[in-house]
C-alpha cells in the first residue's frame, strides 16, 4: 500500500515566521511530488512542484525534496494570515496516472 | 476560459436515490480525474480517464460509474446512494497525466446521502 504522510496539525505559525510543512512517503519508486493549497471550503490549488533532489524556489515558497530519506518539505518564508490554509502533499510515478495524496496539513498564521 | 467546471455544486439525496455529477473541462486536456475528501483523509482517486476513450479504477470505483462522453466531459454516477458517499467531489483535468503533469480541480459538488 503505497502512502504519503502528512501531520494534520493545525500548525500555527506567527506572521513574518517560516512556515515548515513536512511529507513522507513509502513508494521508493516516486518520481514526482507535489504541494496544492486548500482553502476552507474550495479546490485544491498546484503551489509547486519538484522531481530532483534538492531546493526549488518560486517566489517565498521553497520544496525540499530528499529521495534517499523519502521525505518531501515546503517552506513559506514572511508567512502572511492569507496562507492559512490546509496544505497537501501528493506524490506521483512517471509511468503511473494515479497521483497519491496525504491527508494535508492544517496552517494557521497568527497576526 | 472557465477552466474545470462541475455541476450541481450542492446535492442531497435519499439512501437509494441515483444521480450523475458533471464535470466539463475547456483546457484540451487529456486526462480526466474524480476523486471524493473525507474529512481527515486524503484526496482518494474513484475513476479516472487517461485519454479519450478510456476509463480506469482508480482506489475506491465500488458504487460508481463514469462516462468520458468526449474530451471535454467526464461524468460520475451513483446508481444507488448510500449515506457512505456522503462527500465532496472533485472533478479535475490534466494534459497527459503522465510524470510532472499538474491537475487542474474543479470547485466541488457537496453531497449529502441521508
Known amino acids: 500500500q503505497k502512502e504519503v504522510e502528512q501531520n494534520s496539525g493545525p500548525l500555527s505559525v506567527p506572521e513574518g515566521a517560516i512556515a515548515s510543512l513536512n511529507c513522507t512517503y513509502s513508494?521508493?519508486?516516486?518520481?514526482?511530488f507535489f504541494w496544492y493549497r486548500q482553502y476552507s471550503g474550495k479546490s485544491p490549488e498546484l503551489i509547486m512542484f519538484?522531481?530532483s533532489n534538492g531546493d526549488k524556489e518560486d517566489g517565498r515558497f521553497t520544496a525540499q525534496l530528499n529521495k534517499a530519506s523519502q521525505y518531501v518539505s515546503l517552506l513559506i518564508r514572511d508567512s502572511q494570515p492569507s496562507d492559512s490554509a490546509t496544505y497537501l502533499c501528493?506524490?506521483?510515478?512517471?509511468?503511473?496516472?494515479?497521483?497519491?495524496w496525504g491527508a494535508g496539513t492544517k496552517l494557521i498564521i497568527k497576526p | 476560459n472557465a477552466g474545470v467546471t462541475q455541476t450541481p455544486k450542492f446535492q442531497v439525496l435519499k439512501t437509494g436515490q441515483s444521480m450523475t455529477l458533471q464535470c466539463a473541462q475547456d483546457?484540451?486536456?487529456?486526462?480526466m480525474y474524480w476523486y471524493r475528501q473525507d474529512p481527515g483523509m486524503g484526496l482518494r482517486l474513484i475513476y479516472y480517464?487517461?485519454?479519450?476513450?478510456?476509463?480506469d479504477k482508480g482506489e475506491v470505483p465500488n458504487g460508481y460509474n463514469v462516462s468520458r462522453l468526449n474530451k471535454r466531459e467526464f461524468s460520475l454516477r451513483l446508481e444507488s446512494a448510500a449515506p457512505s458517499q456522503t462527500s465532496v467531489y472533485f472533478c479535475?483535468?490534466?494534459?497527459?497525466?503522465?510524470?510532472?503533469?499538474?491537475?487542474?480541480f474543479g470547485p466541488g459538488t457537496r453531497l449529502t446521502v441521508l
Open positions: 479535475a483535468s490534466s494534459d497527459s497525466g503522465r510524470g510532472a503533469d499538474t491537475q487542474y
Open positions: 513508494d521508493r519508486g516516486s518520481q514526482s
Open positions: 501528493a506524490v506521483n510515478e512517471d509511468s503511473n496516472y494515479q497521483l497519491i
Open positions: 480517464s487517461a485519454s479519450e476513450g478510456t476509463t
Open positions: 483546457m484540451n486536456h487529456n486526462s
Open positions: 519538484i522531481y
